[in-house]
Structures are given as structure tokens and as C-alpha cells.
């Protein structure tokens, strides 16, 4: 596999001159594989248009544009570049969406569709031309052509969310996009008159159980991108329950699944390109520090535009 990084922003777009170097799009993988080098998509951020464009330039003198994308949720600013990918608009182009809907109300094709009406945009999405299907998914096992096989993993998130693990020729690449630690939500502070000792037990239980399932989803890892917004002094500091890991969480639960490369993504859009790099040479020092010698040491990366795994 290979992993093209158009996107590493989280929340919104964030152009400008101290974001140049990490770039200011919102989050869009390209996935390449396989002998036929097919494509597979990971969310629609404001990414995806310049993808969308290179496409039009590399892959359709070869013949018709066939993807699969994969959306982690719906959250706009994972889905806000569909309506500017410009291969939608060929009547050759197929594309199967796959992700996860909150709403039993609302199918994904309205979801993800809602933006494109006359009071946002100008073209609606009965007027694509693309050969669109859709496809909700939960906790699955997907088997995609050449071998892939994609497994989905629930996150925690305000929304549903999904992480993916896919598998190849014994290689694995996961995405961990916006996503918080389990942590006990019943009341944790002895004085407080609605503690309960034997809920707290059960909500610390519940929580670690599913910290490792996460740990587990992660295992054995060649890459995993991870959501890593804030430090964890920022996360402290009122971001709780908001649906994003901290960099210090995210470095040690990877380090404990046995990751080889560690990239961390859905970066703060306040968050500068001279702030990053003093972040990853911080966090990088550290790893080295505590890497028992003889060991390999886990290497971490912040995500960058551009950058290919």
C-alpha cells in the first residue's frame, strides 16, 4: 500500500503563512494498492479537491476514475470538499461510499448530500453524473479486491465514528481519526453526593476495557495515523468530551499495541508550523529517552501535506 496525506487539519480549513509547511486542509488520505494500483479514499475534507484535480490529470487519460471513500463520520469537516471533487462530475466516473450514519432518520447519501442544495452550493446532487452507491457501515470485516481486507473499529466521538485497519500482503496501515479516550463518566469524586462506589468501579472497568479494544485495533501496526488535536495539558483544560486525543495519550497507547510509525494528524487549525516541529522534536526526544536500548524505538511523524507512507 501506499499512503498519500492530502489533508491533516482538523475542524476547518486554516490557510496562511504559518501553516504552509503542514498544510491547512482538512483531512483526505489517498490509498493506492494492489497490481492494478486501485484507489481508495479516506474522508472528503477540503483535501480531497486537490486531489480531485490530480486525478483529473493522471488518472483519467488511462481510463475512467474508480474509487472506493471511506468516511471515518460525517462531521463537515470531514465531508466539506465532496461537493468540490471534480470527478463527481463525469458521467464515467464510479465511486462506492462506505461509512457510518448518527441519524437512523437520514441514509448517508443525504447526509453527506445535504450540502450540496441551491442554498449552499450551486449544483445539487441529483445533478452529479457520477455512478454513486452507498454503503452504511457499522463494526465489519470489508474484503476488498487484490487481498485488501478493511476492519472497522467504533470510536469515541460525539458521533458515530469509525477507525479502519487495512490489511495487505501482511502489511497494515489503521486511521484513528477524532477520537477521545474511554474515560468514566459516572462521578469520580467521593464528596460528590451522586457517588456511588460500585458504579465508579463498573464505569473504570468499562472504560479500560475499551481503551484496549483501541489498543487491540491498533496492534502490530506499520503505520497508524492518529487524531492527536491537542497536548494534554490543552485537553485538561476544558476539551474533555470533545471528541479528539491528546498528543501524550496517542504517543503511549501506540507505543504499548507494538506501532512501528506513529503519524499524528487532525492537527489544531490554530496550531503553527513552527509550533509542530518543536512539538514532534519534543515528543520524539522523549520516545528515544524511555526506548529501552536495543530496541527498536517507534517512529513518529507528524502528518504533513504531501507526505507518502
Known amino acids: 500500500m501506499n499512503v498519500t496525506l492530502w489533508g491533516v487539519r482538523g475542524s476547518i480549513p486554516c490557510p496562511g503563512p504559518t501553516t504552509v509547511r503542514y498544510g491547512g486542509n482538512t483531512l483526505c488520505l489517498e490509498v493506492r494498492y494492489g497490481p492494478s494500483n486501485r484507489l481508495i479514499i479516506v474522508d472528503a475534507g477540503s483535501g480531497v479537491r486537490p486531489l480531485g484535480n490530480q486525478l483529473m490529470k493522471t488518472d483519467l487519460p488511462k481510463g475512467p476514475i474508480e474509487a472506493k471513500m471511506l468516511f471515518s463520520h460525517t462531521h463537515w469537516d470531514h465531508i466539506m470538499g465532496f461537493p468540490f471533487f471534480t470527478p463527481i462530475f463525469l458521467p464515467s466516473t464510479k465511486l462506492a461510499i462506505y461509512g457510518p450514519v448518527t441519524f ?3 441514509t448517508l447519501d443525504k447526509v453527506i ?3 450540496l442544495q441551491y442554498r449552499y452550493f450551486p449544483v ?3 445533478d452529479l453524473a457520477a455512478q454513486m452507491t452507498y454503503h452504511r457501515l457499522q463494526e465489519t470485516v470489508l474484503n ?3 487481498g485488501l481486507v478493511v476492519k472497522t473499529k467504533y470510536l469515541n466521538h460525539p458521533i458515530t465514528c469509525l477507525g479502519y485497519r487495512f490489511e495487505q500482503d501482511g502489511k497494515v496501515m489503521v486511521t484513528m481519526f477524532d477520537h477521545e479516550p474511554f474515560r468514566n463518566l459516572f462521578a469520580t469524586d467521593p464528596n460528590d453526593p451522586d457517588f456511588d462506589q460500585d458504579v465508579f468501579n ?3 472497568l468499562v472504560a479500560k476495557e475499551e481503551n484496549q479494544r483501541i489498543e487491540a485495533f491498533m496492534a502490530g501496526a506499520d503505520v497508524v495515523l492518529h487524531d492527536a488535536q491537542y497536548t494534554q495539558k490543552e485537553y485538561q ?3 474533555k468530551g470533545w471528541g479528539h486525543t491528546s498528543m501524550e495519550w496517542a504517543i503511549n497507547a501506540a507505543a ?3 506501532v512501528k510509525k506513529l503519524v499524528l ?3 489544531d487549525p490554530d496550531r503553527t508550523d513552527d509550533q509542530l516541529d518543536e512539538l514532534q522534536e519534543k515528543y520524539r526526544r522523549a520516545i528515544a529517552a524511555r526506548s529501552p536500548k536495543g530496541q527498536p524505538v517507534m517512529d513518529l511523524v507528524f502528518a504533513q501535506e504531501g507526505m507518502t507512507f
Open 265 to 267: 494528524i487532525h492537527h
Open 113 to 115: 448530500g445535504g450540502q
Open 256 to 258: 504499548r499495541a507494538g
Open 104 to 106: 437512523e432518520e437520514d
Open 202 to 204: 463498573e464505569g473504570e
Open 124 to 126: 445539487t446532487m441529483a
Open 237 to 239: 483544560k476544558g476539551r
Open 144 to 146: 476488498f479486491e487484490d
